[in-house]
């Protein structure tokens, strides 16, 4: 920075000209009132000016450089207005003579230094982790820690998927927890119905309904190989109806649709054809088995024929709960509670998951208003739901006490069609289970696609 007398004439720093062949713009004016480091003197100027600029820019050099806390040039003499001054201190910020020849204005003063954050930069603290050590278990090094910045962000963690509003830890918890209460409660049934049965009125019960009614002497006897047909498709086309049931009711966005050929406007998922078509399959395979149940007479070894069902089924369900099992002869004839559970399932809940699925399928009949209030779709999904639950519990229950109740003879009379014990029927169920199983795995977009195009066009 230089001073320039008031006496001096001097001029402003100049550009280019606005106008082509004019005079550098600003005009020329004297500028005396103010000064920039970015002037330069004049020519003429004095020798004592140039001093006395030459002590400011000094001056004003040793100010920045306390301020930021940096120390002097190696070598350079200390200034005559700032060596005396204190080490903690610095000098107060001068400006512009006021007299022609003059000291800077103010008079040169210390003031204390105080540190601020534009004036000393402080380093960043740092949060360091241990340096590795070999562990004294097994001897390894672990890899390096990486250093973490005070105030550094986290990454974000990924919000766990919830199934109706809870995540699969919260429903796996839930689980347990009924599980663990289902077995208090079924110790204590079986305590108190052991107790119960040890007196002489249940006794006396027990004698006079044994927990089966003799059938009647045209009944058949045995199970045919249509039989066990048709039980082995029941139960493929079942697990794959709950399958894909309950993917739709779990499904937020299809992978793919499908329109019919016959009805271009409708579009529908493809988990949604998948499930009716199985639906259609079911309702035929079970047709052809209410066919031939009343064909060939089997019907009364699941429809009751006598009041004493009741009766026998109460004593049989006692039997069970006491963990003394009633004995077992299906080739012959059911227990009453069995044939009562056979009995709700084909007739009851068999044809109420049929006209619920049919009232929310595309084969119920739109324009039918006076149709659509008798029988509401909101009625048709209450009731479809709990259908299914019941089939789930009722395939637990029913394939544990096959299994429970003398497995390989029980599977002879299913797959095998014989009344003898061996693993032909063993074998038979092991394979089907096997194909079960591999369709449920194979039950995929991209393998139901093509039996879908069959009947329409697939689009994701």
């Known amino acids: 920075m230089t001073v320039v007398s008031s006496q001096t004439a001097r001029t402003r720093r100049r550009g280019l000209p606005r106008a082509s062949g004019g005079q550098p713009w600003p005009p020329l004016r004297d500028d005396s009132a103010s000064l920039d480091t970015r002037y330069v003197s004049p020519p003429g100027v004095s020798a004592t000016t140039e001093a006395v600029a030459s002590e400011a820019e000094k001056d004003s050099v040793a100010i920045r450089r306390v301020r930021r806390g940096l120390p002097r040039v190696a070598g350079s003499p200390p200034s005559p207005r700032t060596a005396d001054v204190d080490p903690g201190a610095m000098l107060q910020r001068r400006g512009l ?49 990486r250093r973490l910045r005070r105030g550094q962000p986290r990454e974000p963690q990924r919000e766990r998927r919830r199934y109706r509003g809870r995540t699969l830890p919260h429903w796996a918890g839930i689980g347990v927890i009924v599980g663990v209460g289902l077995l208090v409660l079924g110790a204590v049934a079986v305590l108190l119905v052991r107790w119960l049965l040890a007196g002489e009125p249940l006794q006396s019960f027990l004698t006079d309904y044994p927990g089966e009614v003799p059938l009647p002497e045209s009944a058949p006897v045995g199970l045919p190989w249509w039989l066990g047909w048709a039980h082995f498709f029941n139960v493929f086309l079942m697990v794959l109806i709950i399958r894909s049931g309950f993917q739709i009711r779990t499904e937020k966005r299809p992978t793919a649709f499908w329109t019919p050929r016959w009805n271009p406007q409708r579009k529908i998922s493809l988990t949604i054809w998948f499930h009716q078509s199985l639906d259609l399959l079911w309702l035929l395979n079970g047709a052809i088995y209410l066919l031939l ?34 004995t077992e002869n299906g080739w012959v004839n059911y227990n009453s509670l069995q044939q009562l559970t056979y009995f709700a399932t084909v007739f009851l809940a068999a044809p109420l998951a049929a006209a619920t699925g049919v009232r929310m399928s595309g084969l119920w009949p739109k324009n039918a208003p006076r149709l659509n209030r008798v029988y509401p779709i909101e009625l048709a999904r ?43 029927g063993f074998w038979i169920f092991a394979g089907s289970f096997l194909v079960i199983a591999g369709s449920i795995f194979a039950a995929r977009p991209v393998v139901v696609a093509p039996f879908a195009f069959l009947f329409g066009r697939v689009r994701c």
């Open 97 to 145: 003579p006021r007299t022609s020849g003059g000291d800077p204005w103010p008079p040169p003063r210390a003031v204390p230094v105080t540190a601020t954050a534009s004036a000393v930069e402080e380093p960043v603290p740092t949060l360091t982790t241990p340096e590795p050590t070999d562990t004294p278990e097994t001897g390894a090094t672990p890899g390096p820690r």
């Open 382 to 424: 209450a009731i479809h739901f709990p259908v299914m639950l019941y089939f789930v519990v009722f395939i637990i229950f029913h394939v544990t006490l096959v299994l429970a109740t003398g497995a390989l003879r029980n599977l002879n009379h299913m797959y095998a069609g014989q009344d003898v014990v061996n693993w032909t």
């Open 293 to 326: 149940l009343f064909i060939t007479g089997q019907w009364v070894r699941i429809v009751p024929t006598s009041w004493e069902v009741f009766p026998n089924a109460l004593s049989a369900g006692l039997q069970y709960v006491s963990l003394d099992w009633p």
